[in-house]
C-alpha cells in the first residue's frame, strides 16, 4: 500500500485525540486507505539507577495510551500503531513524510499537550510534508458541506483538489470562499460613481474559472461560490458553522523561510467549530 493512504494521528491519551482517532476511522472508511497510531514517548534525563524502572513504566504507559486509542476505531479499519521515543513536533513532522494525511486533536495530555492552540501545533501544522486536519468541534464527524478558502492563485489549486476529493467521499458539497479587500484605487472609483459590485464580479469570474476543473472532474459535487469583502477568516469562520470540514492553504514554502503558516490559517485552527484542513502549497524553488 502507498503511503499516501495512510491517514495518521497523533495520540496521547486526551479525549480530543480519542476525537481525532474516529474522525481519521472515518476518513479511511470513506477513502480507504490503512490508519496509523502514533504516540510520542518523553525521553528519558540521566537517571543511572532508575533508569531501567523508569523507562519500563514510561513504554508501558505509552503502549496503553496507543491501545485505549485502537479500542475506539472499527476492527474493519486497517490500523498499525508506533511508539517512539522523541518531542511531539519532531516525531510527528517525520511522520508526515510517510503520511497521507497527518490528523491532530485540539487539547492535549503529556507528549502532545497544547496541540492546535500552542506552539506545538503550529509547528507541527507549518512544516508537515502533507496536509493536516485538526480536528475541532463537539462533533468532529458532523454532517454539512466542505468549504474552501480560495485565495485566487495557482497555490489554491491543491486546496481545491483536497476539498472536492474530500466533499465527494463524503456525498456532500463544496462551498467556495473567496474574499477581497478594496484598496486605495478602488475607494476612488467607488467616490466617482463606479459601483464595487462590478469588482465583485470581477473575482467572482477569476473564482469561477479556478473552480472550473474540479466541477467538471467531479460532477457528482454540487458547488456554491461565495465572494466577499473584508476578512478571510472571519467569512469562513461565519460559513464554517455549517460545515463538515474547512480547507485552507498554508504559504507554501521556500528557501529562506520554510514552510509558512498564514493568519487564516492561524484564526481556524484557533476558533473553527469544525475540523479544519491546511495543505502546503508547493515548493516555490520547484
Request: hydrophobic letters at 45%; one cysteine or more; charged letters at 20%.
Amino acid at each position: 500500500m502507498t503511503t499516501t493512504r495512510t491517514v495518521t494521528v497523533g495520540v496521547d491519551g486526551s479525549d480530543s485525540a480519542l476525537d481525532a482517532v474516529r474522525w481519521a476511522a472515518e476518513e479511511v472508511r470513506l477513502r480507504g486507505g490503512r490508519l496509523r497510531l502514533v504516540h510520542a514517548e518523553s525521553p528519558l534525563f540521566d537517571a543511572p539507577d532508575l533508569e531501567r524502572r523508569v523507562r519500563t513504566a514510561l513504554r508501558e504507559a505509552s503502549w496503553r495510551v496507543v491501545r485505549e486509542a485502537a479500542e475506539v476505531v472499527d476492527p474493519l479499519v486497517e490500523l498499525e500503531v508506533h511508539v517512539e521515543v522523541g518531542g511531539p513536533a519532531q516525531v510527528l513532522a517525520a511522520e508526515s513524510a510517510h503520511a497521507g494525511l497527518l490528523v491532530l486533536g485540539t487539547r492535549g495530555l503529556g507528549g502532545f499537550a497544547s496541540l492546535a492552540v500552542g506552539s506545538t501545533a503550529i509547528a507541527v501544522t507549518s512544516h508537515a510534508a502533507c496536509p493536516v486536519v485538526v480536528v475541532r468541534g463537539d462533533k468532529p464527524n458532523r454532517p454539512g458541506p466542505v468549504v474552501v478558502g480560495v485565495h485566487g492563485d495557482p497555490h489554491s489549486v491543491p486546496v481545491l483538489a483536497k476539498a472536492f476529493a474530500e466533499a465527494s467521499a463524503r456525498g456532500v458539497g463544496v462551498v467556495a470562499v473567496h474574499t477581497w479587500h478594496p484598496v486605495v484605487g478602488d475607494v476612488v472609483a467607488l467616490s466617482a460613481g463606479i459601483d464595487l459590485a462590478e469588482y465583485d464580479a470581477l473575482h467572482g469570474g477569476r473564482l469561477a474559472r479556478l473552480v472550473s476543473p474540479w466541477r467538471t472532474k467531479y460532477r457528482d459535487v454540487p458547488v456554491e461560490l461565495v465572494v466577499d469583502r473584508g476578512s478571510a477568516s472571519t467569512v469562513l469562520l461565519e460559513r464554517a458553522e455549517d460545515a463538515a470540514l474547512v480547507v485552507v492553504g498554508g504559504r507554501g514554502r521556500n528557501s529562506l523561510t520554510g514552510l509558512l503558516l498564514g493568519s487564516t490559517s492561524h484564526a481556524l485552527l484557533h476558533h473553527a467549530p469544525c475540523p479544519v484542513m491546511v495543505v502546503h502549497a508547493p515548493s516555490e524553488d520547484a
